[in-house]
């Protein structure tokens, strides 16, 4: 195995893939790269970081969205193009990295050293760890978690061939409702131990 590579995760919302995420990155001592990619871009070209982030998520039906109007493509357009950048960077710069989400996969789709992972976990486990992370009730955590999944399918579909849930996609499948955090981070780190990256 080399010493370089790149492990991007992918995750269902309420699977714990964050959690895991970054547990994995702590363990292997290396940068964990998350949110703070939309962050840095947005502070570079002097923008609230947390418009950027609803501008990325708006619907068509949204005021902001008619209020963008004509240049919205435009928009998404130089935003995913500083993302590709950003990503571009850390693989350059990186010896190992742990990117979440951000179509880090597909970006770096040509490169040997990148391992694309897919966290999942059962509906009821989701369901309620959604209702405990975000204090809601078992409807509010059901809606929550139709609309994140269909967002980042949609965002994954719109910026890729591939499709988000097709499995030959990824590397590695984990089910957190098996493994917990713990266990899925093991199962990574396994899996490292026995590829040829």
Same mark, same amino acid.
């Given at each position: 195995? @080399? %010493?370089?590579?790149? =492990?991007?995760?992918?995750?269902?919302?309420?699977?714990?893939?964050?959690?895991?995420?970054?547990?994995?990155?702590?363990?292997?001592?290396?940068?964990?790269?998350? $949110?703070? &990619?939309? @962050? %840095?871009?947005?502070?570079?070209?002097?923008?609230?970081?947390?418009f950027l982030r609803q501008f990325e998520e708006m619907p068509k039906v949204s005021a902001l969205y008619? /209020? /963008?109007?004509?240049? *919205?493509? @435009?928009?998404?357009?130089?935003?995913?193009?500083?993302?590709?950048?950003? &990503?571009?960077?850390?693989?350059? #710069?990186?010896?190992?990295?742990?990117?979440?989400?951000? $179509?880090?996969g597909n970006i770096l789709e040509r490169q040997d050293d990148v391992i694309n992972i897919f966290i #999942?976990? $059962?509906?009821?486990? *989701? =369901?309620?760890? =959604?209702?405990?992370?975000?204090?809601? $009730?078992? %409807?509010?955590?059901?809606?929550?978690? *139709?609309?994140?999944?269909? /967002?980042?399918?949609? /965002?994954?579909?719109?910026?890729?061939?591939?499709?988000?849930?097709?499995?030959?996609?990824?590397?590695? =499948?984990?089910?957190?409702?098996?493994?917990?955090?713990?266990?899925?981070?093991?199962?990574?780190? %396994?899996?490292?131990?026995?590829?040829? #990256?």
């Amino acid at each position: 195995m @080399t %010493d370089h590579y790149i =492990i991007h995760i992918s995750r269902e919302h309420g699977s714990l893939g964050e959690l895991t995420a970054k547990k994995l990155a702590e363990e292997l001592g290396c940068p964990f790269y998350g $949110n703070n &990619i939309l @962050t %840095d871009i947005a502070t570079e070209a002097g923008i609230d970081p947390e418009f950027l982030r609803q501008f990325e998520e708006m619907p068509k039906v949204s005021a902001l969205y008619r /209020f /963008f109007d004509g240049r *919205r493509s @435009t928009l998404k357009k130089e935003l995913q193009e500083q993302v590709v950048e950003y &990503i571009d960077h850390i693989n350059k #710069v990186e010896d190992r990295a742990v990117i979440l989400g951000r $179509n880090a996969g597909n970006i770096l789709e040509r490169q040997d050293d990148v391992i694309n992972i897919f966290i #999942v976990g $059962n509906l009821e486990d *989701r =369901i309620a760890n =959604i209702m405990k992370i975000y204090e809601l $009730n078992r %409807d509010g955590a059901i809606r929550r978690i *139709r609309e994140v999944d269909k /967002f980042r399918k949609k /965002f994954h579909e719109t910026h890729t061939k591939t499709s988000w849930q097709k499995m030959d996609s990824y590397d590695l =499948i984990i089910n957190t409702s098996k493994t917990g955090v713990d266990g899925a981070v093991k199962v990574i780190r %396994d899996y490292l131990e026995q590829i040829e #990256v």
